[in-house]
């Protein structure tokens, strides 16, 4: 079967770093993707890993184990701002769909 | 990236009539997608829209009450048809495509649907 999981809600400090996880077991796998969700707004584009590893953009890395069906969001320098929703899908290689997690809703505070 | 842009925004309609959302892509792509989120929900995919032929749909959703039109390559519509206040909910266009191991996929605003 198909199964994306992730915390349901996470909540954070100002300034701290967060670790969002997501576990998968899919019966194809083509890449995994995060998004961020704001209340009310279309989900937008984050980080893509297809290989093992950990990939930087700015204060948002992701981070990517294939073997163990296991990837990761790290958010530095928490701002106000990134109060959103994370969504994490993965890439069924047979009919190019996404698969998606519940999403996390991260809630940062001063 | 590319930019994505959806009509209409939002809109209020009564129950039993039809909306169609257009969505327009800055450029070329693959594939392009309509997906449905209800409040508090994971995205659902609705169909896949094929340029030059017939959608393909996900389990629960038929072409009867969902066409989709995808005449080029950057552009494509979906219809609402025959509307219940079930079908409250916010549509989203998507857009996709691979660029040797990359893969990428951008949504579009979204068109917020209030059905009375």
């Known amino acids: 079967g198909q199964n994306i999981d992730q915390p349901t809600e996470m909540t954070a400090t100002e300034g701290a770093i967060v670790q969002i996880n997501c576990t998968y077991q899919?019966?194809?796998?083509?890449?995994l993707f995060w998004y961020q969700q704001h209340a009310g707004e279309a989900p937008t584009f984050l980080s893509y890993n297809v290989l093992d590893g950990l990939e930087e953009k700015g204060r948002f890395s992701s981070f990517l184990s294939r073997s163990k069906g296991y990837s990761y969001l790290l958010l530095k320098e928490l701002q106000m701002k990134d109060s959103a929703s994370y969504l994490c899908?993965?890439?069924?290689?047979?009919?190019?769909?996404?698969?998606w997690g519940a999403g996390t809703k991260l809630i940062i505070k001063p | 990236s590319a930019v994505i842009s959806q009509k209409p925004s939002r809109d209020i309609c009564q129950r039993g009539t039809s909306l169609t959302i257009q969505c327009q892509v800055d450029?070329?792509?693959?594939?392009m997608f309509w997906y449905r989120q209800q409040p508090g929900q994971s995205l659902t995919l609705i169909a896949t829209a094929n340029q030059g032929s017939e959608a393909t749909y996900e389990s629960g959703f038929v072409i009867d009450k969902f066409p989709i039109s995808r005449p080029n390559l950057t552009f494509s519509t979906l219809t609402v048809s025959n509307m219940s206040p079930e079908d409250s909910s916010i549509y989203l266009c998507?857009?996709?495509?691979?660029?040797?191991?990359?893969?990428?996929?951008?949504f579009g605003p979204g068109t917020r649907l209030t059905v009375l």
């Open positions: 899908a993965v890439r069924d290689y047979s009919n190019y769909q996404l698969i």
């Open positions: 998507s857009v996709g495509w691979t660029s040797g191991i990359t893969d990428t996929q951008y």
């Open positions: 899919t019966s194809g796998f083509n890449g």
């Open positions: 450029s070329q792509v693959t594939m």
